[in-house]
């Protein structure tokens, strides 16, 4: 069996990963400050709400801790024992933050709702302190929430995808966790608001309790998003569509290249992609022709993408019917005839 390594080349991905430390960072230093505000407004207020919010705060701070750790040692370079590098430890980071966010923020917030629902009444003291922390709250969330959204939208637009497309498809799942832990939480702050601003009109606790609750659900959201989008990262999801298509195309496309048999492709850490192809060569071809062919394609195709870290290409016989049961096993009897030959 020939087979081919394409060793790669630099790494590229420098400018994101600024980026996204400089957003994880500004997302950090406006959580603490709140968290520690949100904290005195609700011990002065007794708002089961404010409660739930600094809850939610100082999970946040905790999560942007857990970014920091995850930018940093899954940027290390590849070694002997991790050959592929430690890109998919960032997911496994990002993951700790969905957990974190539901363990944290959403069943605190949704104790303490329900047990200020159940108690129907709660402390009466002056809410003033708590809508001034809100306010500022809101400002600085506000803030952190801009610049995530700002590299979220840039990395969409280089990618030429709307936002809920690149979200659904990224490989870089930092950024995305602070721009949707942020959404939330301007959208708990807006909440606690209400549940106290109606505690004040009315003089029951019960609304309080219910916008604690509200933010219970809203973190448990965010948190079920968030592990989805970085379960499916950890289990290895194929390249961008138009990436795999590209690839298909090029090796097609090469003189020494008969058939494109198999093409498999995974994420294997943020803007890194490995490539496996099995290809059917031109029985006229020596040995060398094929491994030159073989390092040429390789290069080329790093060449066409930057995401591209590695290159596996193995030429085999189009009609092996071993090979062909796996590939029909893994895409199904209806496989496109780029694919295989039509049966």
């Not at 603490?32 to 207020?45: D, E, M, S």
């Not at 959204?149 to 840039?154: H, N, Y």
């Not at 009315?202 to 965010?222: C, F, M, Q, R």
Request: aromatic residues 6%; hydrophobic residues 50%.
């Amino acid at each position: 069996m020939a087979e081919q390594r394409a060793e790669r080349p630099g790494d590229h991905t420098g400018g994101t990963e600024g980026e996204s430390l400089l957003t994880v960072l500004l997302a950090l230093a406006a959580n603490l400050g709140i968290a520690i505000a949100k904290i005195v407004a609700a011990l002065v207020t007794g708002s089961a709400s404010m409660a739930a919010e600094a809850a939610h705060s100082i999970a946040d701070t905790f999560n942007e801790v857990l970014l920091v750790v995850g930018l940093r040692r899954s940027d290390r370079p590849a070694d002997r024992r991790h050959p592929l590098g430690y890109g998919k430890e960032r997911y496994i980071w990002t993951l700790l933050v969905a957990v974190a966010i539901f363990g944290m923020g959403a069943l605190f917030a949704f104790y303490q709702g329900f047990q200020t629902l159940a108690r129907h009444h709660g402390n009466e003291a002056d809410p003033l302190v708590g809508y001034c922390v809100l306010a500022v709250s809101f400002v600085l969330e506000a803030i952190s929430w801009r610049q995530a959204l700002r590299q979220v939208r840039a990395a969409a637009r280089t990618e030429r995808l709307p936002l809920t497309a690149y979200i659904r498809r990224t490989d870089e799942p930092t950024a995305i966790s602070v721009l949707l832990e942020d959404s939330a939480a301007l959208i708990g702050l807006l909440l606690a608001f209400a549940g106290l601003g109606l505690h004040q009109l009315t003089g029951s606790a019960v609304w309080d309790g219910i916008g604690s609750v509200l933010i219970g659900v809203l973190l448990s959201a965010v948190a079920l998003v968030l592990g989805r989008i970085n379960l499916n990262l950890l289990i290895g999801s194929q390249a961008d569509p138009r990436v795999v298509a590209d690839v298909r195309a090029r090796l097609a496309a090469a003189p020494e290249v008969e058939w494109v048999v198999d093409l498999v492709t995974m994420t294997v850490g943020a803007d890194r992609v490995l490539v496996c192809a099995r290809l059917d060569f031109r029985d006229a071809l020596t040995a060398g022709d094929v491994e030159r062919a073989c390092v040429r394609m390789a290069r080329e195709l790093r060449e066409a993408h930057d995401e591209i870290d590695e290159v596996f290409l193995e030429p085999v016989p189009r009609d092996d019917p071993e090979l062909r049961e796996r590939v029909i096993a893994r895409y199904g009897r209806t496989l496109p005839p780029e694919q295989l030959e039509s049966e």
